[in-house]
């Protein structure tokens, strides 16, 4: 599954009375969210309040509505997360909430052609096609949770700033610079080992076993869930040794044994050297979605461990597609690169 990424242009803001607001000192923001195309339905605005920090979210519906209400008054900070594999976040500052009153803020999203195949309402127009898939969580035969199926991964809205020690962000930003013309994936190789790309991810789960398969190289990864412990001396890879315990209903992934050759985290150039420990935590609690947690040690690179919250939803209609790189092995010599 292949996404172009949507950018928001600039809100229109107007204020006007209301009667919305049934809490004193409280008031609201609503109203629309338009593509070239129209309405845009589940896409995410969020409202940080300025001295509280508070993030209060909507979603919009499918008339591409959203409401905001009973917010304290006070200046927010207005943002749309980043969408499919966008990069770019739109955040809106000093947007000002009165008491009984309501700011309208119309958002047009545009079309941005980020060099990805596909189609810029793609990612939505799936989540909205399973919006109503509702269910008890499934479980195993042992009563652990099931977390087999074909998820919809997503990005973290609200990511945490890189803590790099001084070489890594030279790294990041040297890598920024060319527009990550050298990143793995570009000649064939892996892509990044952390579950951050917002693509189809399929899980297929047994007693012993967790299996993921997704659409980039190497297409999948093992989890061991047989007790067995990481190897005393293995040789670094790609996507290094993962094995899995439960703890309650979470479970709690660790993979050391990386090689550092890989970049990390979607769309960050993220270097990282061969102490990288990688902890996930994977918790369903419905059908429709699963909650996954990320955290990166790696004391080579990082001054304190980065943390990612993501949240995925079941696309049971779907499947993961066949993905061969081709050709991409001949991208340095076709770019003049040395």
Same mark, same amino acid.
């Given at each position: 599954m292949k996404w172009i990424g949507v950018c928001v242009v600039p809100l229109l803001l107007v204020v006007f009375g209301s009667n919305g607001s049934a +809490?004193?000192?409280?008031?609201?923001?609503? &109203?629309?969210?338009?593509?070239?195309?129209?309405?845009?339905?589940?896409?995410?605005? +969020?409202?940080?309040h300025g001295s509280s920090g508070k993030?209060?979210?909507?979603?919009?519906?499918?008339? &591409?509505?959203?409401?905001?209400?009973?917010?304290? +008054? &006070?200046?927010?900070?207005v943002s749309v997360p980043p969408i499919g594999l966008t990069t770019n976040r739109f955040v809106r500052r000093d947007v000002s909430v009165e008491a009984g009153k309501v700011t309208a803020l119309e958002i047009a999203l545009v079309k941005g052609n980020l060099g990805v195949i596909g189609d810029d309402n793609a990612f939505l127009t799936v989540r909205s096609k399973y919006a109503n898939v509702r269910g008890p969580t499934p479980r195993m035969s042992d009563g652990r949770p099931d977390l087999s199926g074909v998820w919809n991964g997503s990005i973290d809205p609200n990511p945490e700033a890189l803590s790099l020690l001084p070489w890594a962000t030279d790294v990041v930003n040297q890598r920024r610079a060319t527009a990550f013309r050298? +990143?793995?994936?570009?000649?064939?190789?892996?892509?990044?080992?952390?579950?951050?790309?917002?693509?189809?991810?399929?899980?297929?789960?047994?007693?012993?076993? !967790? !299996?993921?398969?997704?659409?980039?190289?190497?297409?999948y990864r093992q989890v061991f869930l047989d007790g067995r412990p990481h190897p005393q001396q293995g040789d670094p890879t790609w996507m290094g040794h993962s094995v899995g315990r439960w703890d309650k209903d979470t479970l709690v992934v660790e993979t050391t044994g990386f090689n550092d050759k890989s970049w990390l985290i979607f769309a960050t150039g993220l270097p990282h050297t061969e102490m990288l420990h990688m902890i996930e935590r994977y918790r369903r609690p419905d059908l429709g979605h699963l909650l996954v947690d990320l955290s990166l040690e790696d004391a080579g690179t990082f001054t304190k461990p980065i943390e990612r919250h993501m949240t995925w939803e079941l696309v049971p209609g779907e499947e993961i597609l066949e993905s061969i790189c081709t050709e991409?092995?001949?991208?340095?010599?076709?770019?003049?690169?040395k």
């Open positions: +809490q004193s000192g409280t008031g609201g923001l609503t &109203g629309t969210v338009t593509n070239v195309d129209g309405p845009v339905a589940r896409a995410t605005v +969020q409202a940080k993030v209060f979210t909507a979603t919009s519906d499918v008339s &591409g509505r959203f409401r905001l209400m009973k917010l304290p +008054q &006070g200046t927010y900070e050298d +990143q793995p994936s570009a000649f064939c190789l892996p892509d990044v080992p952390t579950p951050t790309i917002p693509l189809f991810y399929k899980f297929v789960q047994t007693n012993g076993l !967790l !299996l993921l398969l997704f659409e980039h190289e190497p297409r991409n092995n001949k991208y340095r010599e076709n770019a003049g690169i």
